[in-house]
Antibody, heavy 115, light 107 residues
């Protein structure tokens, strides 16, 4: 069974940084594209970023380009999202996803950007 | 970026009703579209991929159709557990984009 467990969320001040992690199990992590999707409180879903299986190719939403960095450690079956220069509008639940087509989802981790 | 226009934004329906939700893409995306269901307080769940393929374990009352720019999600006979918000996602061109969502409520 695919399991995705996000961690690293919390309260951070505007301009601050946070690193999210996603521990994956139940599938061969190193062969899958992985993604992040977020959802602001009471709002719809927003695609954030994707990384290919080797980690050599990435893509980002315009809203986070230049501030967020997706990466992975295939030896530890873990996906990361480094978030810098955080803004209030980055406040959301962040979901880790298996595949570029979002086949499976974690339960999410809440990020709140506020002073 | 490709815009996904989903309609309606909300609807009220009764158990047993046939429900149809539409997504329109601002440019052709072949069949690179998925449909997702989200219940309050839960993570989304994929129902349909490649516009019309049913995700394993999803009831057959859910179906998807379309290609190019027009797509539909149909629930043939609405069940109590289907009251939720539904989203489409285009995965043809980066950045991928979601529709705004359709909330299906009890009439």
């Amino acid at each position: 069974e695919v399991q995705l467990l996000e961690s690293g969320g919390g309260l951070v001040q505007p301009g601050g940084s946070l690193r999210l992690s996603c521990a994956a199990s139940g599938f061969k992590f190193s062969t899958y594209v992985m993604s992040w999707v977020r959802q602001a409180p009471g709002k719809g879903l927003e695609w954030v970023s994707v990384i290919n299986d080797s980690g050599g190719r990435t893509n980002y939403a315009d809203s986070v380009k230049g501030r967020f960095t997706i990466s992975r450690d295939n030896s530890k079956n873990t996906l990361f999202l480094q978030m810098n220069s955080l803004r209030a509008e980055d406040s959301a639940v962040y979901y880790c996803n298996q595949g570029g087509w979002l086949a499976s989802w974690g339960q999410g981790t809440l990020v709140t950007v506020s002073s | 970026d490709i815009q996904m226009t989903q309609s309606p934004s909300s609807l009220s329906a009764s158990v047993g009703d046939r429900v149809t939700i539409t997504c329109r893409a601002s440019q052709a995306i072949r069949n690179d579209l998925g449909w997702f269901q989200q219940k309050p307080g839960e993570a989304p769940k994929r129902l349909i991929y490649s516009a019309s393929s049913l995700q394993s374990g999803v009831p057959s009352r859910f179906s998807g159709s379309g290609s190019g720019t027009e797509f539909t999600l149909t629930i043939s006979s609405l069940q109590p557990e289907d009251f939720a918000t539904y989203y489409c996602l285009q995965h043809n061109t980066y950045p991928y984009t979601f529709g705004q969502g359709t909330k299906v409520e009890i009439k």
